[in-house]
């Protein structure tokens, strides 16, 4: 019965997908279900086989060593802020982010992530049927972040029509970057994190090449990526460094700020209404948790949690889920946590209008018109992943 509910579950993303499309006849179907198809095949390597298991072990290992090196900066610095046995949410999740930072630009500065960028870009657009630009924009999305990302693409942003435009910003707000990837991994599982990484690459043009279709010109199809300014490596790991922090910092105060709200929300409509603000949304979004194939009977706590994720951030909903008393069952908790691998929220569309008007102010008002639609696709993205996983586990 599982196995149809997730079924029934992708035809139903499909199909709402289908309903926001701006050219239905134009929609080629063949990307779509080899992308899918590819989908299944990567979550049952990931998750169901010995050499996926190594993979992803190899990963956590390689980001737990990192949060090992981070650990000694952060311990130099802030040592004996904590009462013994205590690991603070700031020093030992958010911090992190600052060390990490710091090697992506190292890998930025030696030119390795931009030969990445371009090789896998390349690959992709092999099988999702868009161009190189769309296909790069994607990988870079993941690698060095959702804003970041459009200041390499600087040249080209001006001459860039209404609909690449949209699957451009929809792939930057359906993956995350890499930098706050170790954040993640100290609160959900390594190997559903991956597995959500590599889901939404493709689930982002599934959801575009419905949502958005149209035909690239071979001749326009020209990618062109800004180089940075020429800086020595000092500047470079300074920059980057200091970028890190600021995203720390942002993180930090947004989860305040959320969480704060949440609890005040919580506590005046139990008050009012002798149910919280949570439970009212879990409501709403069960539905949207069952044919993700989440039994009924946890589908309410599950919707509290992925309503939460789409009003706040990924972050608040992951301490949630980590951390509340809610006993789900270990598939529960895997279609959950790719869920909420995604930055398919509504503060990301106010940080995606900012980055793109920072750099070309009408593309940016462009991008503002499409927000809502913007989410609205990111969000049947994390949905889609989840479904697949559903499948798997």
Sequence with gaps: MQYVISILGILVVLFLAWLASSNRKEIKYKPIITMIVIQILLSLLLLNTEFGLFIIQGIAAVFNKLLEYASEGINFVFGGMANAGEAPFFLTVLLPIVFISALIGILQHLKILPILMRGIGL????????????SYNAVASLMVGQSEV?????????????????????????????????????????????????LNLFGGFIIATIIN???????????????????????????????????????????IGFIALMAGFNHVFELLFNISFQT???????????????????????????????????FVAMLDLSEGNYHFSERTMGILSVFLVSFANFSSIGIIVGAVKSLNEKQGNVVARFGLKLLYGATLVSI????????II
Excluded: W
């Design 280 to 314: 009212i949304l879990g409501y709403i979004f069960a539905p949207v948790a069952f044919i993700m194939g989440i039994p009924f009977s946890e589908a309410v706590s599950a919707g509290s949690i992925m309503a939460t994720k789409l009003l706040t951030n990924e």
């Design 150 to 198: 459009f200041i390499t693409l600087k040249k080209q942003l001006g001459m860039l029509s209404k609909k690449r435009l949209y699957t451009l910003c929809a792939s930057a707000m359906s993956t995350v970057s890499m930098s706050i990837v170790g954040a993640y991994m100290t609160m959900l599982e390594p190997k559903y994190i991956v597995t959500a990484l590599v």
């Design 213 to 255: 279709p149209y035909e690239i010109d071979p001749n326009e199809d020209i990618l062109e990526i800004e180089e940075q300014e020429k800086q020595s490596f000092f500047e470079m790991l300074g920059e980057y460094i200091i970028d890190g922090f600021k995203v720390a910092i942002i993180v930090g105060a947004m989860l």
């Design 123 to 134: 690959l992709l657009s092999k099988v999702n049927g868009m161009g190189k630009l769309e």
């Design 384 to 391: 889609l992943s989840g479904i697949i996983v559903s499948l």
